[in-house]
């Protein structure tokens, strides 16, 4: 079983940056993608962005993309995500999740372990 904890979140203003990281214990992760999610009140979760074992390979959601970074440390079992040049659009919960493989990394369903989340405020 794997635990996932998020940290970093907050509120800032418009065009400001964040650093969101997630710290994994309990499961070598070897293998396993790991993403970033978010939910805005009201709103289905949507995917962010996943970066694979390696490292070597990103995906990203287009209404982020040349804004958010994701990188890993696998030394660690951390993910981060740099987030600059936020928006309002981007205020929501952000979640941390892991999944084995990096297809279909966009879909949800697929990830096995989940953080609980953090909330990101951007305030235009």
């Known amino acids: 079983h794997v635990q996932l904890v998020e940290s970093g979140g907050g509120s800032v203003q418009a065009g400001g940056s964040l650093r969101l990281s997630c710290a994994a214990s309990?499961?070598?992760?070897?293998?396993?993608?790991m993403g970033w999610f978010r939910q805005a009140p009201g709103k289905e979760r949507e995917f962010v962005a996943a970066?694979?074992?390696?490292?070597?390979?990103?995906t990203y959601a287009d209404s982020v993309k040349g804004r958010f970074t994701i990188s890993r440390d696998n030394a660690k079992n951390a993910v981060t995500l740099q987030m600059n040049s936020l928006k309002s659009e981007d205020t929501a919960v952000y979640y941390c999740a892991v999944r084995f493989g990096f297809s279909d990394v966009v879909v949800a369903t697929g990830y096995i372990y989940w953080g609980q989340g953090t909330q990101v405020t951007v305030s235009s």
């Open positions: 970066i694979s074992w390696s490292g070597f390979s990103t």
């Open positions: 309990g499961s070598d992760l070897t293998g396993y993608a």
